[in-house]
């Protein structure tokens, strides 16, 4: 049990992990809204940058509500496998598509789905969590 839980995130890891991201989520979308406008009006992916904030903001605050559950639940298996796969979802979906909007390089759509794959995983997770443990 012991070497288990130092591989997984403690809820206030978790907590901290998903402060990060909603930041980066701010800042990225200000500066889209403020720094960036123009390229992505010039590449037409105003609409694809903004998906992306909204995302990235989404599962911002999944991670958060999933910390949350890991401080209430410290034993509860499955919650950092879940957090993770929300935070790989943000990098891969969220992040591809911020590449997309900025370079204009199409090909980059093709790896979002694998991020929307990860956000599923990591709901599902949570869905596994908390069927699997106990109250």
Do not use: C
Request: glycine share 12%; aromatic share 12%.
């Amino acid at each position: 049990m012991e070497q288990e839980t130092r591989n997984n995130m403690n809820g206030k890891q978790i907590i901290q992990l998903a402060a990060i991201l909603g930041a980066l989520a701010v800042a990225i979308g200000a500066f889209g809204a403020h720094g960036l406008e123009a390229r992505l009006m010039a590449n037409g992916r105003l609409d694809t940058f903004e998906t992306a904030v909204k995302y990235h903001f989404y599962h911002s605050l999944g991670v958060f509500l999933v910390g949350i559950l890991a401080l209430i639940k410290p034993d509860w298996r499955g919650l950092s496998f879940s957090a993770i796969n929300l935070s790989i979802g943000i990098l891969i979906f969220s992040g591809s598509l911020y590449l997309l909007s900025i370079t204009g390089i199409t090909w980059l759509g093709a790896i979002t789905p694998i991020g929307g794959v990860a956000f599923i995983s990591g709901w599902l997770g949570l869905f596994w969590a908390m069927t699997k443990n106990k109250n």
